[in-house]
């Protein structure tokens, strides 16, 4: 059974720092890339950053360039997403994902944690 369970969400204010956890089972950890996505109430759900199995390729959406670092312990079968000056429109849900690098591109998802930017 695969779970991606995340943790770290809550509540910050602006300018703040947050640090995402996603821990996976169930997976060959090394054969995914991991991502972040989000979403705001109302919008659609958005990448935030991703991450390949040996770390080489590393994706940004604009918004969060220079802000978020996305990392991964392929040890600890664990991603990491770094938050920092963390603004209102950040505000949303949090998810996990893992995409199989390659055929058949099997993708799970974790269950989602709340972050909040509010003063």
């Known amino acids: 059974q695969v779970q991606l369970v995340e943790s770290g969400g809550g509540l910050v204010q602006p300018g703040g720092s947050l640090r995402l956890s996603c821990a996976a089972s169930g997976i060959f950890f090394g054969d995914y890339v991991m991502g972040w996505y989000r979403q705001a109430p109302g919008k659609q759900r958005e990448l935030a950053a991703s991450?390949?199995?040996?770390?080489?390729?590393?994706n940004y959406a604009d918004s969060v360039k220079g802000r978020f670092t996305i990392s991964r312990d392929n040890a600890k079968n664990t991603v990491y997403l770094q938050m920092t000056n963390l603004k209102p429109e950040d505000t949303a849900v949090y998810f996990c994902?893992?995409?199989?690098?390659?055929?058949?591109?099997?993708?799970?998802w974790g269950q989602g944690t709340q972050v909040t930017v509010s003063s």
């Open positions: 994902s893992a995409e199989r690098a390659f055929r058949p591109r099997d993708t799970y």
């Open positions: 991450i390949s199995s040996g770390s080489r390729y590393i």
